[in-house]
């Protein structure tokens, strides 16, 4: 529930080197409202931006628009960087995954009756020791807009138009060392085995 332009203030310096586009997703920030945005609109936004060349960064569910990004456009991908990619879907096959997904399924599935922003926000971080974000009129927004999104952790990715493609690629992980150990243990490590498993099936 965060946007471009907050996620990447700590890349600003390599504005001095190159020209940054921080892609806020629509219904986020000042990005026109959407009905129902996700990472197939996003793949949209990302190629319209592309133009005749770019080094593409995506971090956790915005990977997901960025990999459908460049499997339509190869041709103008100078690198592609994931960093914790969040489409879980694609490892499924892992065990520590397939776990998590059938967790993060069920939570969402328990949330039967309609939610406000406000409250969605406080589901989404209430029992792991996570700080209370401030409630600000973009917050909630952003909350509105990802509430209304199809879930990233079942996007379908395409992992072999990938490897195909001859661009430099590189996947980062965390460590999750300091996360709530209740939190590590429902999306963190699975989080680590998707992005080893991402890594290994596009030659990253």
Known sequence: MSWGADCFHGQRLLAEHFRLELMDRRGF????????????????DIVALLGTGAHLVGHSSGAAGVVIAAARRPEVVHSLTLIEPSALH????????????????????????????????RYSTEGYDLPSPESTPHLLRAA?????????????IPLTALARADFPKLVVNGTWETAHAEYRAFIGEA?????????????A
Request: charged content about 35%; aromatic content about 6%; hydrophobic content about 35%.
């Open 90 to 121: 694609v490892a499924e096959e892992h065990p520590a995954v397939a776990e998590a997904l059938g967790r993060i399924r069920a939570a969402c599935g328990e949330r039967r009756e309609p939610m406000s922003p406000e409250e969605y926000l």
């Open 29 to 44: 920030r000042d990005s026109p409202d959407i009905e129902r945005s996700d990472y197939e609109v996003d793949a949209d």
């Open 191 to 203: 989080m680590m085995s998707c992005g080893e498993f991402t890594a290994d099936r596009i030659g």
């Open 144 to 156: 509105a807009s990802g509430m209304a999104e199809r879930p990233v952790w079942d996007a379908k």
